[in-house]
């Protein structure tokens, strides 16, 4: 009968044990994760009074960023917009550092992935932020040199030349975020290489005629510089 | 039949015979394809419930030079924005409607205020102004017509008419104003007639025939709320807010354009719409709050022009205004004698008394603050400003829209 209930009752002490083992740990993850989203909250109250106090939004409003956002149909404010950002990611952060407190070894791996992969998203989004920046200049500079050259498909040109950095940079931030490398590489060098052809063909195409007629009448000047009188 | 003689320094453009509307219409129809003409109407839920409305859209559904109707709603909820859309649609054109209370315009308006550009208050000044930026940013028309929507005589003569002298190249006039009698069985235009003429001709006499003045004088109904313009007067002119909108847009026209390519059009026979009350005793109410407002507007717009005001200047100018008004009373029960119309004295002159005690006020405010309201900024302004803001504009409009 003793025996029995041994073997009733070395399971549950069993578990007791394991569970006063982990319990510290518990409550380790769940202190961690507590704090983690009073400090997410007071990060982002501060950065809200931060971004107004540099007018943030304004800024996002002339840098055009705003206006991207509204191409996606998103309505709310930029700040706001960044700070719910940096809130949310706050409390992934700390809930992957509240998991590491239990000392899984399954989530503890999980967590350090994610903490090496930070830098890589962290690239993405600056590339992103520049790339965005310089594709709206040069499309600006384009614009305004093809329409002072008086060419009437300036703007056509303008947005030719942002879409073309639009998906350098895309494809830029994909290989960096590494989301299936090897196929986005492929997929710009298919996409960038097929419109630099289409590009070459259809210019060299255009341009037959024209350059024939460069060509002809390179020749009948230098014919009438010959025949040029010289008068005294 | 109206006479043919011109005044002013503007073109006036009479209703002369019968004219057909099917030959104007015809030709409109052809003009508009290299001139694509968008209709902006600022209207309130309120007027869709009336009876102008309705009307209204039963006349517009027959236009067929209209290439777009582009509607501000105000004043109205979620659902009621989807019941306009819903009424809008028997328009066998596009038409599309702004909600002016909806979040994604409320955003628009919230950027613009961050970035310094202050849109003013509600009303129909930012309605119209906002439509043109709907306009602009669309960049699918070249000539912008605008009419209320409280007409409860409105046909789309009116219309035709409007669009005609800006939509035609071979007049290729670049602003043209409605003007029409509110005549029923009496006179109505109280503003007009007892104010704005009056004033303006004895500022006339007193600012040495200022050019301004000289222009203001040549419109016929000044305070009309119909008028077409060109696209890119849009761009340029800045609008106000408040009372003084239909003067204030005048001054902009005036600042920007050689009064040779600006007219006026007989538009209607008759024309009737609410009627505002008179709130003698309550300035920020009704005709009184108006009439402070408009001369705001005027003083302000010659003080632009460098005319010099003191509070001499004022004090003659209220003694020539009343003279100016009287004189303008006993004219217009002659001419309401002639007509057999309903003729009240007494109610001129109690309006004549309330104009004068709203133009003492108006130098009042205009000595304390000769800046005054701001004008809602023009749309080059807010473009250089923030680059994007017409997009976002389109975008907002385009996704309530669907």
Known sequence: MEGFLNLILEPINEVYLKF??????LLAMLTIIIIGVIVAWLVKAVLLKFFKAIKFDSWCDRMGFTALLRKADVWAKPADIFVVAVYWFMIIGFLMVGFGALNIQAIDSLVSEFFLYLPRA??????????????GFLSRAVLIAAVNSGLHYAKLLAEAVRLLLTVLILAMALEQLQVAPSIVVAAFSIIFGGIVIALAISFGVAGI????RMIESGGEEKKEEKGDVEHV | MADFYQTGIITTLHRLGKPSLERIESELKEFSKRRPVALVLPALYSEFEGKAMPRIIEELAKVKFVHKIVLVLARASEKEFMKVKELMSAIPYEVKVIHNDGRRIKEI???????????????KGRSAWLAYGYVIADGECDVIALHDCDILTYSREMLARLCYPVVNPNLDYVFCKGFYSRVTDRMHGRVTRLLISPLVRS????????????????????????FCMITDMA????????WGLEVGALAEVYRNYSPRRICQVDIAETYEHKHQSLSADDPEKGLMRMTVDICKSIFRTLASEGVIFSDGFFKTLQVAYLRMAEDTIMKYEADAAINGLTFDRHEEAKAVEAFTRGITMAAQTFMENPMGTPLIPNWNRVTSAIPGILDMLKKAVDEDNK
């Open chain 2, 109 to 123: 308006y919230d950027t613009l205020t961050r970035n310094g550009l202050e849109p003013g208050e509600d009303g």
């Open chain 1, 20 to 25: 006063k083992g982990f319990f510290p740990n």
């Open chain 1, 122 to 135: 962290f690239s993405a989004v600056v590339i992103l932020l520049i790339g965005y920046m310089v594709a």
């Open chain 1, 209 to 212: 005629d024209p350059a024939r």
């Open chain 2, 203 to 226: 500022l006339k006499d007193l600012a040495a025939s200022h050019p301004f003045t000289v222009f203001l004088d040549s419109f016929r109904y000044p305070l009309a709320g119909e």
């Open chain 2, 235 to 242: 761009r340029v002119n800045r609008i106000p807010w408040d």
